[in-house]
Structure formats: structure tokens, C-alpha cells
T-cell receptor, first 112, second 111 residues
Framework: EAGVTQFPSHSVIEKGQTVTLRCDPI?????LYWYRRVMGKEIKFLLH????????ESGMPNNRFLAERTGGTYSTLKVQPAELEDSGVYFC??????????FGQGTRLTVV | SQQGEEDPQALSIQEGENATMNCSYK?????LQWYRQNSGRGLVHLIL?????REKHSGRLRVTLDTSKKSSSLLITASRAADTASYFC???????????FGPGTRLSVLP
């Protein structure tokens, strides 16, 4: 069974540009989460989808971040415009609600 | 203090020694998971322990869970240089709350 996949694995963009991260959850998992770890600090929750609905987006730092999960399958996280402090590793996880969360390998975002 | 808080924040040991990391949390949970992150890379799931379990083993890993104390420990035996990484515990709330990570413990295994 395929795990959670994230794309790209690494992205380097200039300040002010736009970047879109993608997450493909494990098939059948209704729950999808985005997290990020900035500058070696804590792993912080961003938001939680249940199917295509945003269950909790309290962790989204500001309106430069937009997450979507059209059709309740894969999800995208867009950062527009990117700032230097957005650099970090962005993790996606999916869960069926029974066995814990399965995380992807993350996307390392570097804003220069 | 934060849910899923690890202790200690940094740990340095010699290769072959055992490493113990602790995690405390605040609310009721369904399960607790331990993850490893090598520098700048993805999260690797190590082990999941359910709230009704007290101890679990996986290779050189041993996890304990004490729900009365709301704490868990991760023991890595016979450590190797390749175990050098940050280790995180994550809890999920019993009532559907999102997974909460602790700040992580940076483990350095010296050759």
C-alpha cells in the first residue's frame, strides 16, 4: 500500500514568489493534516481536513497560506507570496482515525 | 507547558549506550506515537502505542506509556551513530483533536 506522498521534496524560491505543495494521502483516509517545522523549532499544526472540509484551520499562520482538498483526495498548500520566515519543512499526514497518523516525507521549503 | 512535551531537549551519548527520552502530555489520548526526523528530512514513524497498552517493543526501541502520569518514554538500546536525529512524540486527542507534537529531543550519538 502506498504511503503518504508529498511533492516536491525540496523547493527553493525567492521571497515574494508563490509555491504550491501537494500531498497525496493514503487512499481511503478521510483525515488529512498539514504541519510544519520552521527553523528547527517545534512541529506546529497548520490545519486538518475531513474529506474536503476544513475541520480546523486554527494553525494557519496568516492569509498568505491557502490549503485546499478538492474532492477529498489530494491536498495542496499554497504560499503566496512567500516570505523568508516560511522556510522550513512542511509535513502532511493522513489518518483513518483508528491507527494514528501516517506522515509523508515532507517538503523542504527554502525561501531566499 | 505544551502537550506532548519531550524531555530532555538535547541528549548526547556514546555509541552502544542506551538513550531514554520522555514525553509528557496533558489531555486524554487515543494513542501516542514516536517519530524521528533526521536533519531537515521527513518524519519517520517509529512506533505507536495505544492508550490501553503499557509497553511496546520494536527492534531496539522500547516504548512505555503511563496514562495515569500522562507520560511516555522511548528507549533506544545499543545506540548507533545513525540514530542521531530529533525525536518527537505526538498525541491525538481522545475526542478527535489534532495530533500535537512536543518540541522534540535532539539525540546525538557519538562514535
Amino acid at each position: 500500500e502506498a504511503g503518504v506522498t508529498q511533492f516536491p521534496s525540496h523547493s527553493v524560491i525567492e521571497k515574494g514568489q508563490t509555491v504550491t505543495l501537494r500531498c497525496d494521502p493514503i487512499s481511503g483516509h478521510d483525515n488529512l493534516y498539514w504541519y510544519r517545522r520552521v527553523m528547527g523549532k517545534e512541529i506546529k499544526f497548520l490545519l486538518h481536513f475531513v474529506k474536503e472540509s476544513k475541520q480546523d484551520e486554527s494553525g494557519m499562520p496568516n492569509n498568505r497560506f491557502l490549503a485546499e482538498r478538492t474532492g477529498g483526495t489530494y491536498s495542496t498548500l499554497k504560499v503566496q507570496p512567500a516570505e523568508l520566515e516560511d522556510s522550513g519543512v512542511y509535513f502532511c499526514a493522513s489518518s483513518s482515525g483508528l491507527l494514528g497518523a501516517f506522515f509523508g516525507q515532507g517538503t523542504r521549503l527554502t525561501v531566499v | 507547558s505544551q502537550q506532548g512535551e519531550e524531555d530532555p531537549q538535547a541528549l548526547s551519548i556514546q555509541e552502544g549506550e542506551n538513550a531514554t527520552m520522555n514525553c509528557s502530555y496533558k489531555t486524554s489520548i487515543n494513542n501516542l506515537q514516536w517519530y524521528r526526523q533526521n536533519s531537515g528530512r521527513g518524519l519517520v514513524h517509529l512506533i505507536l502505542i495505544r492508550s490501553n497498552e503499557r509497553e511496546k517493543h520494536s527492534g531496539r526501541l522500547r516504548v512505555t506509556l503511563d496514562t495515569s502520569k500522562k507520560s511516555s518514554s522511548l528507549l533506544i538500546t545499543a545506540s548507533r551513530a545513525a540514530d542521531t536525529a530529533s525525536y518527537f512524540c505526538a498525541t491525538d486527542g481522545r475526542y478527535g483533536q489534532n495530533f500535537v507534537f512536543g518540541p522534540g529531543t535532539r539525540l546525538s550519538v557519538l562514535p
